[in-house]
C-alpha cells in the first residue's frame, strides 16, 4: 500500500503547479491593455489570450494559451471567477469552480494515471475526494495537504479491500481489511500493517483472535464462551 500511496501524492503533487500556473495567469491578465475584445493576443510572457475586457478587465469567459502548451477556457472576473478548465500539456485536465482567483472544491481532475474527483483548498487536497488508478485500484476517502489522513478506503484491483483510519497516507489506527474470500482482519494497524489486538476470521469460518506485531501473529487469545 505505502508505494501505491506515493504515486497518489506524486501524481496529485503536480496539481499545485497547475493553480501556480493560473496565479500567473491571473496577474498578466491585469497586465493587458488592449480594445474591448482581445483574439490571440500574446502578453509579454507568450501567452495568448482571448475574450471580452470592461475597464481593461476581462469580464465573462476567457480562453488562454498558455506559451508551454498549457490552455484555460472559463469564467473570468477580475480574476478567476466560475466553473473553468485547465487542461495540460502532460494530458492532465482539470474541471473546477474558482472563486476570488482560487480553487474551491469540488473538483475534476482526469488524466494518464486515472482520475479524482474530491474538495481542494486552495493549492492542496484537503477534505473528501476519491482518487482513481488507471491500474483499477482507488483511494476514497478524507485527505490533508494531498495525503490520505482521516478515514478512507483503499482498494485493490483484485478487490481487497481496506477501510479505516489513515496516517501519513497508510492504514493507522483501527480498521477493517478484506481479503477476498481468504480471510477478514478487524483490528488495529501501524504504519500500513496488522500491528496490535485484531480478530482474523477465515473463509472456511475459523476465528482467531490475537496480537499482531509487524503483520505476524504473535499471541493467541483464546475466545470467550
Not at 42 to 52: A, C, P, Q, T, V
Not at 74 to 99: P, Y
Not at 162 to 177: C, H, M, N, V
Not at 211 to 216: A, D, I, L, Q, Y
Amino acid at each position: 500500500m505505502g508505494k501505491i500511496i506515493k504515486i497518489i501524492t506524486g501524481v496529485l503533487g503536480g496539481i499545485a503547479f497547475v493553480l501556480a500556473t493560473l496565479a500567473m495567469a491571473a496577474y498578466a491578465l491585469g497586465c493587458l491593455n488592449y480594445g474591448s475584445v482581445l483574439e490571440g493576443e500574446r502578453d509579454s510572457f507568450g501567452d495568448e489570450y482571448s475574450g471580452r475586457m470592461v475597464s481593461d478587465q476581462f469580464e465573462g469567459p476567457v480562453d488562454i494559451r498558455f506559451l508551454g502548451g498549457d490552455a484555460y477556457a472559463g469564467g473570468f472576473v477580475k480574476t478567476f471567477e466560475g466553473r473553468g478548465i485547465f487542461t495540460s500539456k502532460e494530458g492532465w485536465r482539470c474541471e473546477a469552480l474558482f472563486k476570488n482567483g482560487k480553487v474551491q472544491g469540488p473538483a475534476l481532475f482526469t488524466g494518464p494515471w486515472g482520475s479524482y474527483r474530491g474538495d481542494l483548498d486552495t493549492f492542496a487536497l484537503t477534505g473528501r475526494g476519491k482518487f482513481s488508478s488507471a491500474a483499477g485500484w482507488s483511494y476514497d476517502g478524507d485527505w490533508i495537504n494531498g495525503i490520505p489522513q482521516g478515514r478512507g478506503t483503499f482498494t485493490w484491483p483484485d478487490g481487497a479491500v481496506y477501510t479505516g483510519d489513515f496516517k501519513d497516507g497508510l492504514a493507522d489506527g483501527r480498521g477493517t481489511l478484506i481479503n477476498n474470500s481468504a480471510w477478514t482482519y478487524e483490528g488495529e494497524f501501524s504504519g500500513g500493517i496488522r500491528n496490535g489486538l485484531g480478530v482474523l476470521q477465515t473463509g472456511d469460518g475459523k476465528i482467531i483472535e490475537g496480537r499482531w506485531e509487524m503483520g505476524v501473529l504473535i499471541q493467541v487469545i483464546p475466545l470467550r464462551s
